[in-house]
């Protein structure tokens, strides 16, 4: 239970009873996400409204007992959810942008042995699972899905060169997508273990962002002088956002995937943007169809994300989870109840 910030309570609750539309899932396998360190260190306004709350995001499980007037699961179908569901009714909605939703409803509570899913949820974002994907693999379906409806907004083509700034887990995603594509992918990161780990990723180049004073060169050193035909930022901070503008090439795309701190802005030199069209993409969240896609990329081995885990740990353990997360000791941790 999350109590508000640094309060991380484990304690006993009453299995849910799901009542008109809703579905009790128990959770085979959870996983940590930075979204998760920076909700308990400060909160979150979007998907904590209000406190004290299970927690947790990312799950997949097995139905453990269906509300009056759920029709499509049963009692033991293996399934994942994913955290959200939109409206269906507003603008946003209406217009085919269901991840900017003005009444996106969020779920939490992966880090227990059961969740209660609301009736919205359940019949908009819960997808069966094929035997054969494991649980752990299938909780990847939420991060994932962001990834996907990230790299959906470029054109990412084999043989291009695509240039991810940021070695966390959903770099690391949106990297291995690039690649799947037969794109070119050049991994910026900064040295230590985690730029490492990259290495066995199959990635075609890591730069470490350390060595350089000017990465945007360095990616023209790469790329015959030309500059990269898609950048992404998986950071979350200005001066990469700056960066990933900086190194694209003429005609190119840059994808903004990490979220800045509010009030934050960067520069962009009009003449570049203007005379070399370059395209500029915001990208957030996910849809009830790059949950789907993902689930399918998923089963389908196309993407295998085993390697992003570094740490299994029991439930019990999910605050040591996060601390090591916290420290950067951690890429994702596998909770298991
Ligand atoms: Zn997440
Ligand atoms: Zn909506």
């Known amino acids: 239970m999350f109590h508000g910030p640094g309060d991380l309570r484990s304690e006993d609750l009453p299995v849910p009873e799901p009542a008109q ?31 004290p709350t299970v927690f947790g995001h990312e799950f997949a499980g097995t139905v453990a007992s269906v509300g009056p007037g759920v029709s499509g699961f049963r009692e033991g179908d293996r399934v994942v959810a994913a955290n959200s569901a939109p409206c269906a009714h507003c603008y946003s909605c209406r217009a085919g942008r269901p991840n900017l939703c003005e009444d996106l409803l969020f779920v939490n509570g992966a880090y227990g042995e059961f969740i209660l899913l609301p009736p919205r949820l359940v019949a908009r974002n819960v997808v069966p699972l094929a035997a054969s994907l494991p649980a752990e693999r299938a909780a ?46 050049v991994m910026v990161g900064k040295s230590g273990w985690r730029f490492d780990r990259l290495k ?53 795309s840059v994808l903004f995937f990490g979220g800045c701190a509010t009030g934050t802005t960067i520069s962009l030199d009009t003449r570049k943007t203007h005379y070399e069209e370059l395209a500029l ?57």
Do not use: Y
Not at 296 to 322: K, N, Y
């Open 140 to 185: 990847f379906a939420e991060p994932l899905a962001c990834a996907l409806l990230a790299t959906e907004r470029v054109k990412i083509e084999a043989g291009q060169t695509v240039v991810v700034f940021g070695h966390g887990p959903l770099g690391c995603l949106l990297g291995m997508l690039a690649a799947s594509r037969n794109a070119r992918v």
């Open 21 to 51: 539309g809703e579905l009790v899932m128990h959770i085979d396998a959870a996983l940590t996400c930075g979204t998760d360190v920076k909700t308990l260190r400060r909160g979150h306004p979007v998907m904590i409204p209000k406190v």
């Open 200 to 252: 066995n990723l199959g990635f075609a180049r890591w730069l470490d962002a350390t060595s350089t004073d000017n990465v945007a060169q360095a990616i023209r050193d790469v790329t015959n002088g030309r500059g990269a035909e898609v950048t992404v930022d998986a950071t979350g901070r200005p001066e990469v956002w700056q960066q990933a503008v900086d190194a694209v090439g003429r005609g190119g």
């Open 281 to 337: 993409f915001g990208a957030f969240h996910h849809t009830p169809e790059t949950i789907r896609r993902a689930v399918e990329t998923l089963t389908s081995g196309a993407l295998v994300p085993d390697s992003l885990i570094s740490h299994r740990m029991p439930l019990e353990e999910v605050g040591q989870a996060l601390a090591l997360m916290a420290k950067g000791e951690a890429l994702k941790v596998s909770i298991r109840s």
